[in-house]
């Protein structure tokens, strides 16, 4: 509930009927399954290393300007941005006066530079770029044509690039967010610690020792660490690279909490192993 795209608009009101008085009963569906549902479970489909890749995003540019990401996902995925951040009432107005959308608006629809630098550079380097941008383009229903058409740029955020803040959990938000969520809970009589889930990035004793987070224990490339940045420097990110198991590693850890009364706690990270 403290990272916006995993978040349900209300934490206790999240099945909802429709319509009303039909009996139709739904579970929300948040921000994180739909990018997962409409765009990244069709990426690890063709590259199955996709998902334990951290951060997300930067496989996707780096693959972009390496030329193995494909036509394809970048049109879903300037589909995928646009159809969740635009406003109901554009949404209906776009669907309703369709536009036919081509490779301009995929190439202006990035809010960062290096983002439509990469684009740029790979039509100069692969002149068959444009070509299968505007068939993927035109293979869209009307509708989602008309989604990629409406005159608004999408915001990728932080870690285009390899050396992208830690704590991201798809790469594409900034991460402030965590910390303040945390801040705010130590506001509340009787909070001295939080520790989070879900984000897959270890947070050890953050915010004065305060803040944890045991990571994931699935095996996982984390491409801002050290050792394999300086791989990267060194030989380039490949397909070859992201696909050696050797370079995946799984950081099992727990959060140990031992209770201390009244309201204090001893709080570490320690190894599950």
Excluded: C
Aim: hydrophobic residues 40%; charged residues 25%.
């Amino acid at each position: 509930m403290f990272t916006p795209e995993n978040a349900t608009n209300d934490a206790e009101a999240f099945i909802h009927e429709w319509p009303e008085g039909s009996g139709n009963r739904y579970l929300e569906r948040v921000w994180g399954t739909d990018f997962l549902l409409q765009f990244y479970n069709d990426l690890e489909r063709t590259y199955p290393f996709a998902g334990a890749v951290k951060p997300t995003v930067a496989v996707l540019y780096r693959g972009l300007r390496n030329r193995w990401v494909r036509a394809r996902e970048v049109v879903r995925l300037v589909l995928f941005l646009k159809r969740r951040g635009i406003p109901l009432t554009a949404l209906t107005s776009a669907v309703l006066a369709p536009k036919e959308a081509g490779f301009s608006d995929v190439l202006t629809a990035f809010q960062e530079d290096e983002w439509e630098d990469a684009i740029t550079q790979r039509f100069n380097e692969d002149p068959d770029f444009v070509a299968q941008v505007e068939t993927e383009v035109k293979r869209l229903p009307e509708n989602e044509q008309a989604i990629v058409a409406i005159p608004k740029k999408v915001e990728v955020g932080a870690g285009a690039g390899i050396a992208a803040e830690p704590g991201t959990t798809l790469g594409i938000f900034r991460e402030d967010r965590e910390l303040r969520a945390a801040r705010a809970r130590f506001a509340e009589p009787g909070v001295t610690h939080t520790v989070y889930g879900h984000t897959h990035v270890v947070v050890d004793g953050e915010l004065e020792g305060r803040l944890f987070n045991p990571g994931t224990w699935l095996p996982h490339l984390d491409l801002s660490s050290p050792a394999v940045k300086a791989k990267i420097q060194a030989h380039g990110l490949t397909l070859d690279m992201l696909q050696d198991p050797a370079l995946y590693v799984a950081d099992r850890q727990v959060v140990h909490i031992i209770p201390d009364p009244p309201r204090t706690a001893k709080v570490q990270l320690v190894s599950a192993v």
